[in-house]
């Protein structure tokens, strides 16, 4: 995951921590809008859900990571 404060410890400027996270957050409204209409539909709200945090690529490593920063740490 990349989030403004590890974007700024690099030496990002404003301006380009500002747009990454803005493309992240559009990102995340736009993948919100196509997913909502089927899992309403479909009523599998859990198994969207959990399909979508098992695909998210820095979700393993955050939550399975041992003496990490995650909540499992």
């Known amino acids: 995951m990349v989030t403004g404060p590890l974007l700024a410890s ?6 380009v921590v500002g ?5 992240g957050e559009t990102a995340a409204l736009g993948l919100r809008l196509v ?8 009523r ?9 945090y098992a ?11 041992p003496g990490g920063e995650g909540p499992c740490a």
């Open 55 to 65: 695909e998210a690529p820095g979700v393993q490593e955050v939550v399975l990571k």
């Open 35 to 42: 997913s909502g209409p089927p899992a309403d539909r479909t």
């Open 44 to 52: 599998r709200f859990w198994g969207l859900l959990i399909a979508g």
């Open 10 to 15: 690099l030496g990002a400027s404003s301006l």
């Open 19 to 23: 747009v990454v996270t803005g493309a």
